[in-house]
């Protein structure tokens, strides 16, 4: 039985590397093209598996060949895919993304597949639900759905994580009432906080507002600079900084490397101190902005420092 749970979409990454980034109109060349799997949930699932960790996920992909090739290397990396169906007549969801030179990256999504799961698949996925040591889920997914994922968990006592990702305006604060952990980067707490976040004294107030919704615990992930955590046991924010990291090759994906190492230690390391587990989760996300692609980045337990699991 797996221990992580994700309940979140799959994406096929179609990537276009540039020198830098286009302007609103412009067209520019690229000069590599690659075709990847990605989507927040999958991702999320494969960075935790990676590190060792047991893990199934609970999504929908389109009947087609892209959805075939991905669920058969979800297979191959070991994640349990019992509950990851294909959907005859949707096409499975893509993301178009640009990379720069300077690993800077725009990111456009098109759900497809990801748009049909429905309360029913979660209920179908009770019995995981119930064992689960942590349960992840995002916005990539119908919002109802994930409110519907997010009540079940807590009925039985289960613990939630939340990536706001996508950022939604419409999320009301009860959907955060059901959340323990509540993960966003900067332009997703811009929506979620309704305020400018360009600094870290920024991410102190955001993360202060977004604990105000109701959710027990926020972490506001500033890329470089590290992270803020916030929770109501321990309200005043506290800024976890991160190693610099010289070469970086491509930040797609970063923020989903961070949370599946975040789960990780979730669910097989509680005793750490959730700023062990922020800074921990910031060195595993730092390794992947070193390589190219997206879950192709993503480390595996033996490509990092043994002191990070001890």
Do not use: W
Not at 48 to 64: E, I, N
Not at 206 to 224: D, H, M, P, R
Not at 227 to 247: G, M, Q, R, Y
């Amino acid at each position: 039985m797996s221990d992580i749970l994700v309940i979140g979409s799959c994406m096929i990454d179609l990537v276009c590397y540039t020198s830098r980034l286009p302007k609103i109109g412009e067209t520019i060349y690229g000069h590599s093209f690659q075709i990847g799997h990605g989507g927040k949930g999958a991702n999320q699932c494969i960075a935790a598996k990676k590190l060792q960790a047991k893990t199934s996920l609970v999504a929908k992909l389109g009947d087609d060949e892209f959805g075939r090739q991905y669920l058969a290397s979800l297979d191959a990396h070991g994640v349990s895919t019992t509950h990851v169906k294909l959907v005859k007549g949707y096409s499975s969801g893509i993301a178009q993304i640009t990379v720069s030179d300077k690993g800077e990256n725009q990111i456009v999504i098109v759900p497809g597949a990801n748009t049909t799961l429905s309360a029913t698949d979660i209920d179908d996925a009770l019995e995981l639900i119930k064992k689960a040591k942590v349960v992840a889920f995002q916005f990539e997914n119908p919002i109802d759905v994930v409110r519907y994922g997010l009540q079940l968990v807590k009925k039985h006592k289960g613990f939630t994580v939340l990536n706001a990702a996508p950022a939604l305006k419409e999320v009301d604060s009860e959907i955060l009432q059901f959340v323990d952990l509540l993960c966003v980067n900067e332009p997703e707490a811009e929506v979620l906080a309704d305020m400018a976040v360009i600094s870290v004294e920024d991410s102190f107030i955001a993360a202060s507002k977004l604990l105000e919704l109701g959710c027990q615990t926020v972490i506001l992930t500033l890329g470089a600079k590290g992270a803020v955590l916030a929770s109501k046991s321990n309200p005043s924010p506290v800024h976890v900084e991160t190693i610099t990291v010289e070469n970086v090759v491509d930040t797609t994906g970063a923020g989903d490397a961070f949370i599946g190492a975040l789960v990780y230690f979730l669910a097989y390391q509680p005793s750490l101190s959730m700023e062990d587990m922020v800074s921990r989760s910031c060195r595993v996300a730092s390794y992947s902005i070193t390589k190219p692609g997206t879950q192709a980045s993503f480390p595996t337990r033996n490509d990092l420092p043994s002191e990070l699991f001890s």
